[in-house]
C-alpha cells in the first residue's frame, strides 16, 4: 500500500507538502452539516481544494465523500497535526503517522515553552507579542530593542473614518477570476441545495477570496503596495459604504493554509524597510498575525476543548433568527444591519465589525457563547474552529471571566457614533438611552453593566464606567425598558 499524506482542507499551501508524497484530498459533504455554513464559505472551501487537486495533477487523489472517516479508514497515512480537535482525534484513530502542526510563526513547542508556570490570568496577548518580536528580531533593533522605541502604535490606529467620505478613496482589492472550476462548484452548490442535502447561509459570487497560493500571493502584493501604507490610522474605522476599508482579507489565505504567515510579515517588513510603508500602519499589522492571529491559535489547545462552554456572565438566549438568516432587513438599528448585510453578501466583516457591533451586541444582550461561536464559525469564510472559541467566548462575551480580555469589551452608541458613519440617519439616537429612540447599544450597555455590577466591581479597568452608572437617574426605567426590548 502506498502511503498518501492528508491535506486538510486548511493546509492547502505548498509548506504542507514536502514533495515526496502522494497526497489525499477530501471533499466531505458532511463539513457542511456540522453548522449552517455560508455559501461563500462552502465555494471557497471546494474551489481551493479543487484548484489545489488541479496543480498537484497525478499526484493527487481527490475522494468527493460523505464523511472523511470513511475516505480516510483502511490507507497508509501521514498527516501535518491538523487544526481542530476533531480532525486529531480523526487522524489518530485511522493510525496516521501525525507530523508537527505547521502555518504558525510559534510553533506548539515554543508556545508550551512560553506559557510554562503562567497561570491563565497572566496569559496577556501583549506579553507573548513582545516575546515573538523578540525571538524572531521582527522589527526590532540590533541593540534589542522595538523599532522605534515602542512596541505597539495602537495609540496612532484609532483615528475615526474621515468625514464627508463614504470610502477611504484608495484602490479596490485585487479580486481573483473565477474559472471552469469555480462553475463547477456552484453548479453542486446548487444541486445539493435543491435536492435538500444541505442549507447554506447567505450569498455566493462572485469569489473575493484567493483559492490557489498563486492568488493569495497576488492579493498580498496588491495590499502591501496599495492598502498596507494607510491601514494603521484608519485600522479600527469603518464605512458603511466601503467594506474592504484598507484591510488585507489575507485572513482567509493563510486560514486555508495557502500562504504562510511569515510571508505575509515578511512582505510587509520588507515594504518598512523601503520606506514605501510607516512603522505605525506595518507594527499594527504584524501584530494582528505574529501576536494576535498565533495567539488565538495556541489558545485554542491550551484552554482545551470545553473551553467554549464557559459561561462565567451566565448569557443564555438563543442567538436571534435574523442573525442566523442573515436578515438585514429585519434590525432597524443601521450597524447591525449594515454588519449583518455585509456578512449576508461577503461572509467576512473587519474585527472592529465583528468585535464592536456584533460581539458588543450579544455581549449585551446575553447571547450564549456556544451557540454564538457556532454563528461565527459558519457564517464567516474565515470561521474556523481553531479562530473562533477565543475570539468569540473570551474577546467578545468576556465569558471565561477574563482570559483573553481583561476587560469586557461592551460600549455604547458612542463608540459607534465615533468611527463609523452608522449612526446618521439611524432610527435609534447613540445620545438617547430612555425611550422610543434609544439606541440599543447605549441602553444596552447601561443594561448590562447594572447586571454584572457586583461582579465588575473589583476590576480596576471598570471603576470609570461603574462610577457612570451609579450617576444614572433613570437607570430603573432604562432596565426595565431593555427587559422588554423587542426592537433592535
Known amino acids: 500500500m502506498t502511503r498518501q499524506r492528508i491535506l486538510f482542507g486548511e493546509q492547502l499551501g505548498p509548506q504542507f507538502d514536502d514533495g515526496d508524497e502522494p497526497i489525499l484530498l477530501v471533499e466531505s459533504l458532511a463539513a457542511f452539516r456540522k453548522r449552517p455554513t455560508h455559501r461563500a464559505k462552502a465555494h471557497l472551501y471546494l474551489s481551493a481544494i479543487r484548484h489545489r487537486a488541479a496543480e498537484l495533477g497525478d499526484r493527487a487523489e481527490l475522494v468527493r465523500t460523505d464523511t472523511f472517516r470513511s475516505a480516510l479508514t483502511g490507507r497508509d497515512l501521514v498527516a501535518v497535526d491538523p487544526p481542530s480537535y476533531a480532525a486529531r482525534r480523526l487522524v489518530r484513530s485511522v493510525g496516521a503517522e501525525v507530523l508537527p502542526s505547521r502555518g504558525f ?105 484567493a483559492a490557489t497560493t498563486a492568488e493569495a500571493r497576488t492579493a498580498l502584493q496588491h495590499f502591501v503596495r496599495d492598502r498596507l501604507p494607510v491601514f494603521g490610522p484608519w485600522e479600527d474605522a469603518t464605512l458603511a459604504a ?17 500562504i504562510d504567515p511569515r510571508e505575509v510579515v515578511d512582505a510587509a517588513l520588507a515594504a518598512y524597510d523601503r520606506g514605501e510603508a510607516p512603522l505605525n500602519s506595518v507594527e499594527g499589522f504584524v501584530r494582528q498575525i505574529v501576536g494576535w492571529r498565533d495567539w488565538m491559535w495556541h489558545l485554542y489547545w491550551h484552554l482545551g476543548e470545553r473551553y467554549v462552554r464557559r459561561n462565567v456572565l451566565g448569557a443564555r438566549r438563543r442567538v436571534p433568527d435574523a442573525i442566523w438568516e442573515l436578515d438585514a432587513a429585519a434590525i432597524e438599528a443601521n450597524c447591525l444591519s449594515s454588519v449583518v448585510a455585509g456578512v449576508h453578501e461577503h461572509g467576512w466583516a473587519h474585527h472592529i465589525q465583528r468585535l464592536m457591533v456584533l460581539g458588543n451586541f450579544a455581549l449585551e444582550h446575553a447571547w450564549s457563547p456556544a451557540e454564538t461561536t457556532e454563528w461565527f464559525t459558519g457564517a464567516f469564510v474565515d470561521g474556523t474552529p481553531w479562530v473562533m472559541p477565543t475570539n468569540v467566548v473570551g474577546m467578545s462575551l468576556h465569558a471565561d471571566g477574563g482570559v483573553v480580555a481583561t476587560k469586557p469589551y461592551a460600549s455604547g452608541g458612542a463608540y459607534i457614533d465615533r468611527m463609523t458613519d452608522y449612526c446618521g ?56 425598558q431593555e427587559r422588554h426590548r423587542t426592537r433592535w
Not at 508556570?117 to 533593533?141: C, H, K, P
Not at 466601503?242 to 493554509?257: E, I, R
Not at 443594561?447 to 465588575?456: E, M, P, Y
Request: charged letters at 30%; hydrophobic letters at 35%.
Open 105 to 209: 510563526v510559534t510553533s506548539e513547542e515554543q508556545f508550551a515553552s512560553w506559557v510554562r508556570g503562567r497561570d491563565e490570568r497572566s496569559l496577556v496577548m501583549d506579553t507573548f507579542y513582545r516575546a515573538v518580536r523578540q525571538r524572531e528580531g521582527i522589527l526590532m533593533t540590533r541593540g534589542g530593542k522595538p523599532v522605534g522605541g515602542r512596541f505597539s502604535y495602537d495609540a496612532d490606529n484609532r483615528q475615526p473614518p474621515p468625514k464627508k467620505q463614504e470610502r477611504l478613496g484608495i484602490p479596490d482589492p485585487w479580486w481573483p477570476e473565477e474559472d471552469e472550476i469555480d462553475a463547477g462548484v456552484r453548479a453542486d452548490l446548487d444541486r445539493w441545495e435543491a435536492d435538500g442535502a444541505v442549507r447554506f447561509l447567505g450569498a455566493d459570487g462572485p469569489r473575493r477570496f
Open 425 to 480: 440617519g439611524c432610527r435609534f439616537d447613540p445620545k438617547v438611552r430612555v425611550g422610543e429612540d434609544a439606541c440599543p447599544f447605549t441602553a444596552g450597555y447601561w443594561a448590562f453593566l447594572d447586571k454584572h455590577r457586583d461582579r465588575f466591581a473589583a476590576n480596576p479597568r471598570m471603576a470609570q464606567p461603574l462610577a457612570g452608572l451609579g450617576r444614572l437617574k433613570d437607570l430603573d426605567q432604562l432596565v426595565e
Open 242 to 258: 466601503d467594506w474592504t476599508m484598507a484591510h488585507s482579507l489575507l485572513s482567509v489565505a493563510m486560514n486555508l493554509g495557502l
